[in-house]
């Protein structure tokens, strides 16, 4: 392991245990470090938001940012609970893989996968990600975050396919629609050959917590199997946010059609 990420964790690890502050003298005393060495690495901590200095004593406590991922990691937990049973139904239902994903600053990270029986299957692995102008469900997340669309847009718009979406103007409308509609496509835009649906998940507070999407074999898609997979998935997201306690309008009209 990095050394720098072992000292991290055992000075995270202090303060968790700890009843009170800690000095940098205790820290040089419990890590083996020098004092002048512990004052570097506490200063970089605070100005990443991972510790908090008393202004009166110079004593550390945990940061709010560690309250925020601690947070996020719960709602990540809860969103599982929620979403898994439905996903399990969904893909029940279409006979297709189905994908829990979050949004992480302009990427998707896959946080579950239910696997289609299929014996060819569009696999995802969980814990990884993909950039989320590629994918349906980073479409339908981006559609509720402009400005996040607008950083994609900033740091280029790589093609991994043919298919890709490659021009900025092209993606604003995309995301502009799945935003009106209430879900995304990808006809392979990430990956070839690999199609997706997805749909946002809300909270009770009506923010984007996440999103479902298929992953399917291009080879298995028609007309009819888009509009079977976009009804499927855009009710299912409804279901997960119901579940999460979200207050989810009614459908927009045509929500299920297939656009073109």
């Known amino acids: 392991m990095n050394q720098s990420l072992q000292k991290t964790a055992r000075i995270l690890g202090i303060l968790m245990e700890s009843k009170a502050p800690v000095g940098v ?3 040089a005393r419990l890590l083996k470090m020098p004092k ?5 690495f506490m200063a970089t901590m605070e100005s990443l938001g991972m510790v908090r200095r008393d202004p009166e004593n110079g004593r550390f406590f945990l940061g709010f940012r ?3 991922l601690g947070c996020k990691a719960v709602e990540d937990l809860g969103l599982r609970k929620a979403a898994v049973p439905l ?14 994903t979050v949004l992480e600053d302009i990427h998707i990270t896959y946080l579950d996968t239910i696997e289609s029986r299929q014996a060819i299957v569009a696999r995802t692995h969980v814990g990884g990600t993909a950039p989320a102008y590629c994918v349906s469900s980073g479409k339908a997340m981006l559609a509720h975050h402009p400005e996040r669309i607008e950083k994609v847009v ?6 991994y396919t043919p298919l890709t979406l490659t021009e900025p103007e092209r993606l604003r409308r995309e995301c502009e629609k799945a935003r009106e509609q209430g879900y995304a496509l990808n006809k392979g835009e990430f990956r070839e050959g690999v199609t997706g649906v997805g749909a946002p998940i809300f909270s009770a507070s009506g923010a984007v917590v996440g999103a479902i999407s298929t992953s399917t074999p291009a080879a298995r898609m028609n007309k009819l199997r888009w509009q079977e997979h976009i009804e499927a998935v855009t009710q299912t997201a409804r279901a997960i946010s119901r579940r ?3 207050a989810v309008p009614p459908e927009p009209p045509g929500a299920h059609h297939l656009p073109g």
């Open 25 to 27: 003298n205790e820290f």
């Open 36 to 40: 002048s060495t512990v004052s570097r």
């Open 154 to 159: 900033a740091q280029g718009l790589r093609p």
């Open 244 to 246: 999460l306690g979200a």
């Open 66 to 68: 560690l309250f925020e």
């Open 87 to 100: 996903m399990e139904s969904l893909r029940d239902r279409i006979n297709e893989s189905v994908v829990l």
